[in-house]
């Protein structure tokens, strides 16, 4: 007769007794300690203000001082000057007494005056040839700004364009002075104005 162990057949069912008695104390464990509630509390924190400083941009002072001018060499034919003589070491005071240009004449001002209608002359202008530019054989036109007044009288007279040294200039104002004009009208109404009046001379 074979012998048949009691633990054997009970394992089973002490495996499960074990099984449910633990769950049931890991339940009660929970239920009568309840040490991971949500007992958490969140202390006040102060809030940090961050101010905005707004900093000056620093500027940069250059101090370092231009590249010096390079110098430029001066060619020359005179054998007394240096070879490495530049621009830098050359004076040009003497310059200033060099001759220069004339200024541009100062004439009189004329003052553009309005009007419908352009003084006439009432007689041909004719000038009296120069001596001095007959013989040379000089033509030209010489172009006189006249003001003509309110009468018809030339009263002043400047050269515009001439041709200077050969008595043509003097000439044709001259002719221009001894002309009578129908004087400028302005809204039917008699001005004094300044005019352009070429005069040409030619030989025959």
Do not use: C, H
Request: glycine share 4%; hydrophobic share 40%; no cysteine.
């Amino acid at each position: 007769m074979k012998l048949v162990n009691p633990l054997k057949t009970r394992y089973p069912i002490v495996v499960r007794l074990t099984t449910l008695i633990g769950i049931g104390l890991v339940i009660f464990n929970f239920l009568l300690f309840p040490r991971f509630g949500n007992s958490l509390e969140f202390e006040d924190v102060d809030q940090v203000i961050i101010e905005n400083i707004d900093i000056p941009q620093t500027q940069q002072i250059d101090n370092t001082p231009p590249p010096a001018r390079p110098s430029i060499p001066v060619p020359s034919d005179d054998e007394d000057i240096a070879d490495d003589l530049t621009l830098d070491e050359l004076d040009f005071d003497d310059f200033s007494n060099l001759d220069a240009p004339p200024p541009p004449p100062s004439g009189p001002k004329v003052v553009f005056i309005p009007y419908d209608d352009p003084p006439v002359a009432m007689s041909p202008i004719r000038p009296t040839y120069p001596e001095i530019a007959q013989e040379a054989g000089i033509e030209g036109v010489v172009v006189v700004q006249a003001f003509i007044d309110e009468k018809g009288r030339v009263k002043e007279t400047l050269i515009l364009k001439g041709v200077p040294n050969t008595g043509l200039d003097e000439a044709a104002m001259v002719a221009i002075r001894k002309t009578r004009f129908r004087p400028a009208k302005q809204r039917e109404r008699a001005v004094g104005v300044w005019i352009s009046i070429p005069v040409n001379f030619r030989l025959k």
